[in-house]
């Protein structure tokens, strides 16, 4: 059973398309969050929810937009996708505070054209 | 401000032999610090923490931290490097009290090489 999921692995668009990415995690836990890595491998955090409820918004454009239907699910919606936004998103969970410790999704490989 | 060094973005070692990869972090209180690993296309895999107590922690793959809050470091050590363990290595560090900022400051990471 895969702990933290992510839908789609690979997703290749236009610039200017909107495109969703999916993250489901069956671990129980009540935060979730979305990073970028990008192609040097910089790891950078985007959003935190915390039962369903927005703790850290960096700062990302709005293009960006999260949205979690429960606790179990935190899903990516970018507009007007750009060049720049090509790299691979990873959802994580974790559970403080008796579990700090992140767990990581397999990523979403984003390319844009 | 909080931040995290990984002085090397490179580490090269024989198989067999012992392996350090550096980390060294700035935080105005008590932190906890973690060792995440990536393998070639995957996602991060959580190796190790330090949150109190005991310096040395030990972790997943037969790997181990050792917390020197007057140097400020949390180096990864493992004594016998295996080939199967070249990968991406990043620290991490957040606040103890950081309360509902859940928030970990990453390293750039560090590229292991273990050779055959």
């Known amino acids: 059973d895969t702990a933290v999921s992510q839908t789609p692995k690979y997703l290749v668009t236009q610039m200017g398309n909107d495109k969703s990415i999916k993250c489901e995690q069956n671990l129980g836990h009540d935060t979730m969050y979305w990073y970028k890595q990008d192609s040097k491998k910089f790891l950078k955090i985007m959003f935190s929810?915390?039962?369903?409820?927005?703790?850290i918004n960096e700062t990302v454009p709005n293009r960006f937009s999260p949205k979690s239907p429960d606790k179990a699910h935190l899903n990516l919606h970018i507009n007007s996708l750009e060049l720049g936004d090509s790299a691979v998103y990873f959802c994580?969970?974790?559970?403080?505070?008796?579990?700090?410790?992140?767990?990581f999704g397999p990523g979403t490989r984003l390319t844009v054209l | 401000a909080q931040s995290v060094a990984q002085p090397e973005d490179q580490v090269n070692v024989a198989e067999g032999n012992p392996l350090t990869v550096k980390c060294t972090y700035s935080?105005?209180?008590?932190?906890?610090l973690f060792w995440y690993v990536q393998y070639p296309n995957r996602g991060l895999q959580f190796l190790l923490k330090y949150i109190t107590g005991d310096n040395l922690v030990k972790g997943s793959y037969g790997f181990e931290a050792e917390f020197n809050k007057s140097q400020t470091s949390f180096h990864l050590k493992k004594p016998s490097a295996l080939v199967s363990d070249s990968a991406l290595y990043f620290c991490?560090?957040?606040?103890?009290?950081?309360?509902?900022?859940?928030?970990?400051?990453w390293g750039l990471g560090t590229s292991l090489a273990v050779n055959p």
């Open positions: 994580a969970s974790s559970h403080p505070p008796e579990g700090i410790e992140q767990f």
């Open positions: 935080v105005s209180g008590n932190p906890y």
């Open positions: 991490a560090v957040r606040l103890s009290n950081a309360g509902n900022n859940r928030k970990l400051i």
């Open positions: 929810y915390n039962n369903k409820e927005l703790i």
